[in-house]
């Protein structure tokens, strides 16, 4: 018998979450400010870095401009979770163990694994050799010190999504020496509705960047790309932000993963092969009325806190609530002082609404710096990170049969 059982104490149940990006940050914070009097769930936090990565200013990070510095140890100062600085090389869900540096090796009882997403560079050969991806604040750095040493030229930006336009106006703003391509397949914007795109296309315009969509890449060369009609496009840098691609442990481990890798959720976040484990951010592939959920910060931040309030439930007997989730809006920056936000429906299609112009590089500045703060404030008021949109009718997920 255990000295705490003979004690008459409850044993202790243990947490590991595995990464402190946007949503592991939030189960963090947010479960152990919530058994922080119980005495009887410990939480541990491992991550790569002791510094947060704002993912969202990675771009700013790509053209040198300074962002602040957040420790997420210091965060971590009295909330009585751990933090461990480490790599994960491997979980074993059979032992409930996860390997860090490979030589280290850590305990749960719960799960949360979080470790993020990163652009798919396998997915056009050459990209892995010759292109400079925002995967992380490092590589971000790497990339502003090449722009910086790059006295002319032309800078080609491979992936037309939401990361691709960022990047492309804020290179385009910061360096109006150098010429910006913008390559995809999709036109920028696609997804907003018509009068919000066309302000996103007209501001990329008078930032100077050339957009090209309707183009297919298929191959990265030391100077040039190559699209799939045979033309070379020169490109004295290129910058990769296409497709998403998580890491292979889960898989590796065994839990049930979707075609791209990530962890498959039951309705209350936890993996449907090994319920012992959640599944948070843009590791998980969580279903919703509307389909799968996919990564943005707006979503992952709530399923952090989510699958912290389940484990505090799961611990006082109860059972764990469905997790649902409606979009609510897509804020774009275009350089520091333009913008669009379009308005979203719950499934992420377009409303009529939007904002254009300063108002909406506000906005966006403002969404951008708010997961800091956000985890500051849950730190004494979880329920202060607990409220997001359900989504109504589009997150109702219809049983089967
Ligand atoms: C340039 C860029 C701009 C973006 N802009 C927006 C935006 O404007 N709005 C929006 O909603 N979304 C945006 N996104 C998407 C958003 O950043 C992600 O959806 C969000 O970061 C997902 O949060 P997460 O916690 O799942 O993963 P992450 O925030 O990526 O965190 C994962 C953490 O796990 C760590 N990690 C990974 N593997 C390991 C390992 N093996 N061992 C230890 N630690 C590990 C990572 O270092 C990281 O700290 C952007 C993404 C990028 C790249």
């Known amino acids: 018998m255990s000295a705490q059982r003979e004690a008459g104490m409850a044993p202790t149940h243990r947490v590991l979450i595995l990464g402190a990006g946007y949503a592991g940050m ?16 410990h939480v ?23 962002v602040a510095e957040l420790s997420i140890p210091k965060l971590l100062e009295g909330t009585g979770a751990r933090f461990v600085h480490g790599w994960v090389t491997a979980v074993d869900p059979a032992a409930k163990i996860v390997r860090i540096d490979d030589e280290r090796v850590l305990h749960y009882d719960t799960l949360v694994y979080g470790l993020g997403s990163v652009a798919d560079t396998a997915a056009v050969p050459g990209v892995e050799d010759y292109g400079y991806t925002l995967n992380s604040a490092q590589d971000a750095e790497v990339l502003a010190d090449q722009l910086a040493r790059l006295g002319s030229g032309t800078v080609v930006v491979g992936g037309s999504g939401l990361t691709g336009i960022e990047s492309a ?12 391509a913008l390559l995809g397949r999709q036109e920028p914007g696609a997804a907003m509705n018509p009068k919000a795109k066309a302000y996103l296309q007209s501001a990329l315009k008078r930032l100077g960047v050339q957009v090209r969509s309707g183009v297919e890449i298929v191959k990265v060369l030391p100077d040039a790309v190559e699209l799939a009609d045979g033309e070379s496009v020169v490109a004295d840098v290129f910058l990769w932000t296409s497709g998403t691609r998580v890491s ?5 481990a ?40 996919h990564g ?20 006082e007997g109860k059972q764990p609530k469905p997790f649902r989730f409606g979009y609510y809006h897509t804020p774009v920056s275009l350089g520091r002082h333009d913008g669009v936000v379009q308005f979203t429906h719950p499934d992420d ?10 108002i909406a590089a506000r906005y966006k500045e403002k969404v951008t710096a708010s997961p800091w703060p956000t985890y500051g404030r849950m730190k004494t008021m979880p329920a202060s990170g607990a409220f997001w949109p359900h989504g109504g009718r589009f997150t109702r997920v219809r049983e089967a049969g």
């Open 248 to 252: 292979p442990l889960a898989a590796a």
């Open 44 to 66: 541990t936090v491992v991550n790569a870095q002791e510094r947060f990565t704002e993912r969202l200013r990675l771009p700013m990070t790509a053209t040198g401009q300074q």
């Open 169 to 180: 106006a804020e290179i385009a703003e910061q360096h109006p020496h150098l010429n910006v």
């Open 296 to 315: 943005t910060c707006q979503g992952g931040m709530p399923t952090g806190v989510h699958a912290a309030v389940s484990i505090v439930r799961a611990q």
């Open 254 to 293: 065994g839990l049930t993963v979707d075609e791209r890798g990530r962890i498959v959720t039951d309705a209350a976040l936890r993996s449907v092969s090994h319920p012992q484990v959640y599944a948070v951010g843009d590791a998980a592939a969580i279903r919703q009325g509307y389909g799968v959920m």
């Open 26 to 41: 939030a189960a963090a914070i947010q479960l152990a400010a919530r058994v922080k009097r119980r005495g009887d769930v």
């Open 349 to 358: 299609s377009p409303r009529r609404i939007y904002l254009t112009g300063r």
